[in-house]
T-cell receptor
Framework: GQQVMQIPQYQHVQEGEDFTTYCNSSTTLSNIQWYKQRPGGHPVFLIQLVKSGEVKKQKRLTFQFGEAKKNSSLHITATQTTDVGTYFCAGYNYGQNFVFGPGTRLSVLP | GAVVSQHPSRVICKSGTSVKIECRSLDFQATTMFWYRQFPKQSLMLMATSNEGSKATYEQGVEKDKFLINHASLTLSTLTVTSAHPEDSSFYIC??????????FGEGSWLTVV
């Protein structure tokens, strides 16, 4: 079945440094979603990417969908302590359910 | 504000008893809801897909008789953990599909079985 992997599993950065998490699917995806889960909280939808090669920005966050629609990345510029949490990608294929990656846990040291 | 409400947020129950968790979509109709279990510092594990008016579809390895799912209306799905044991203690979270591909998560429910 479809598998979704994320790297790295953990990332510790100094406040102000950049951060990137990568998401890779074993199959071609219809679309991909990104979620953020704060410690003790529930996942919150960030964005959905649909088109091959699509790039979307939300303030300091940049999301990219690969040309082959099998991988994606989330890049945070100049991290802040409020960015702390686990970032999940979820891959979707029509007629199937979303498959979540294992997540990347981000720690930001002040 | 929250578009998917989950209740209770925390529950403690005695071993052997049953616990019901509710998931409600507040301002949209959700023909499909999903139930996940999340262990500490791990990803979301899909337990079952709940379809309004029909039986839930369980993922491999999830006991149907232990985790009863009912989706009686377009805005409510319930998960009942029957004969709970300490190993069932976990964070249970639901999500609801709005439209084609937008998913909203509930706030989650912490279950502790003592």
């Amino acid at each position: 079945g479809q598998q979704v992997m994320q790297i790295p599993q953990y990332q510790h950065v100094q406040e102000g440094e950049d951060f990137t998490t990568y998401c890779n699917s074993s199959t071609t995806l219809s679309n991909i979603q990104w979620y953020k889960q704060r410690p003790g909280g529930h996942p919150v939808f960030l964005i959905q990417l649909v088109k091959s090669g699509e790039v979307k920005k939300q303030k300091r966050l940049t999301f990219q969908f690969g040309e082959a629609k099998k991988n994606s990345s989330l890049h945070i510029t100049a991290t802040q302590t409020t960015d702390v949490g686990t970032y999940f990608c979820a891959g979707y294929n029509y007629g199937q359910n979303f498959v979540f990656g294992p997540g990347t846990r981000l720690s930001v040291l002040p | 504000g929250a578009v998917v409400s989950q209740h209770p947020s925390r529950v403690i129950c005695k071993s052997g008893t049953s616990v019901k968790i509710e998931c409600r979509s507040l301002d949209f109709q959700a023909t499909t809801m999903f139930w996940y279990r999340q262990f500490p510092k791990q990803s979301l594990m899909l337990m079952a897909t709940s379809n309004e008016g029909s039986k839930a579809t369980y993922e491999q390895g999830v006991e149907k008789d232990k985790f009863l799912i009912n989706h009686a209306s377009l805005t409510l799905s319930t998960l009942t953990v029957t004969s709970a044991h300490p190993e069932d203690s976990s964070f249970y979270i639901c999500s609801a599909r709005s439209g084609a591909n937008t998913i909203y998560f509930g706030e989650g429910s912490w279950l502790t079985v003592v």
